[in-house]
């Protein structure tokens, strides 16, 4: 057997080993999409979702942090927190009478290096009613965020705090050393 077809091989086995949600994910997405099941669906459903994860492949997210329970626990129950009170104060902003709320796109750089946690906190953002990330700036490291309910360059740089302490948040309990360490350091110079 030619070298050239056991890298395609080795290739096919490894990205079903390495993203097999991602390709059960399609399977299922394949199946709703023809509205029904049955065992050919099925089986043309493996395939697609097969040339698909070959045609185009997931770029490599290097992990490097492990999770941190205690953390990870207060990051859980402040950010439920962050969005049982944003949805409140996004409800009231919907039916209280007077002038429609005031928006700002607003840029707020990031300080973590790793594309991951840079997912991971545009993610939670997204997540919490009155604010959505319209952009992100990889290579600055920048959120562009729309919010809602801004009065002032006051309420702007109230949000940018907001940003910072979820992102650090995030960094204590999923972020790498090297993440860890570089905001202890920025938090020493502040």
């Known amino acids: 057997m030619p070298s050239r ?10 990205a079903w080993i390495l993203q097999p949600l991602t390709g059960v994910w399609l399977v299922v997405l394949w199946l709703l999409l023809w509205g029904r099941v049955s065992l050919g669906l099925t089986a043309s459903g493996i395939v697609v979702a097969a040339l698909v994860m070959l045609a185009f492949p997931l770029a490599p997210i290097a992990v490097e942090g492990r999770p941190r329970p205690l953390p990870a626990l207060r990051f859980g129950v402040r950010f439920a927190g962050d969005v049982l009170l944003a949805s409140v ?8 009478p007077g ?8 840029a707020v750089p990031l300080r973590t290096r790793s594309d991951l ?5 545009a993610e939670a953002l997204g997540l ?13 490291r920048t959120l562009y965020l729309h919010l809602i309910g801004v009065r002032d360059r006051a309420a702007v740089e ?31 110079d502040r």
Not at 117 to 121: A, D, N
Not at 128 to 140: K, L
Request: charged share 35%; proline share 5%; no cysteine.
């Open 117 to 121: 946690m840079l997912t991971l906190v």
């Open 158 to 188: 109230r949000e940018r705090l907001k940003v910072h302490a979820l992102e650090a948040r995030m960094i204590r309990a999923f972020g790498s050393p090297d993440d860890r360490a570089a905001l202890a350091r920025d938090e020493e």
């Open 128 to 140: 919490v009613p009155g604010s959505m990330v319209v952009e992100v700036d990889r290579r600055a």
């Open 89 to 96: 104060q996004v409800a009231w902003l919907a039916v209280r």
């Open 99 to 106: 002038p429609e709320p005031e928006t700002a796109v607003i």
């Open 5 to 14: 077809v056991r890298r395609i091989r080795r290739r096919v086995a490894g």
